[in-house]
């Protein structure tokens, strides 16, 4: 005979409502935590540079993830892919420039690579509003912001979709230019 447990459990019914389901409303002013993904308690999804673009966008439906970084084989993180990309007109741009068809590109080809991608450290961001972190995205024309540890890891990252979502409003980040491969693979992306 199995013993009885020492914890009571409850009988439930069909009139049961979840708790803490919205995510507080937040302002410009408000603490930039507030829309920080903290791998430690949500771990991010993850997909190879290997994969094709249709496959990314497969899995990132199924998930419902709008998302996923690139880490490859030796579990290093390469790049972020997100389904707004895959949807853009950067993937027919992308098969047009390398002379291949959509059905041919792989997440590698469409990602935004790390070396294009910025981050901040955590204890700045703990000090940081929601205005600050739209600043720096908006400056740095990127759409995501890295959040990095102790040791530098990469343990998070803001996502401007996501306070854009959260505020309720459209927030525009217009890419900017570092260099001449830039200012080429801006010009030729609008021309497609």
């Not at 009139?15 to 995510?23: A, C, T």
């Not at 997909?47 to 439906?61: E, I």
């Not at 600050?132 to 995205?137: E, H, K, S």
């Not at 998070?156 to 900017?176: D, F, T």
Request: charged share 20%.
């Amino acid at each position: 005979m199995k013993p009885v447990p020492r914890i009571p459990v409850c009988r439930l019914n069909h009139s049961l409502q979840l708790s803490n389901v919205q995510k507080p409303e937040i302002s410009l002013t408000s603490p930039a935590e507030l829309v920080f993904w903290d791998f430690e308690y949500a771990p991010p999804m993850i997909v190879s540079p290997a994969v094709s673009v249709d496959d990314a966008a497969y899995l990132m439906h199924v998930t419902n993830a709008k998302l996923k970084l690139v880490i490859d084989s030796r579990k290093r993180l390469s790049g972020i892919i997100s389904l707004r990309d895959i949807e853009s007109v950067k993937v027919l741009a992308t098969a047009s420039a390398m002379g291949v068809g959509r059905q041919d590109l792989t997440v590698k080809d469409i990602m935004t690579p790390i070396v294009r991608l910025n981050g901040i450290h955590r204890k700045d961001l703990n000090e940081a509003r929601i205005k600050d972190l739209l600043d720096i995205l908006e400056f740095e024309g990127q759409h995501y912001l890295l959040i990095l540890g102790d040791q530098n890891e990469v343990c998070g990252l803001v996502s401007a979709e996501e306070i854009s979502h959260r505020l309720g409003r459209q927030i525009n980040i217009e890419p900017v230019v570092h260099n001449f491969s830039d200012v080429f693979n801006a010009l030729n992306v609008s021309n497609h």
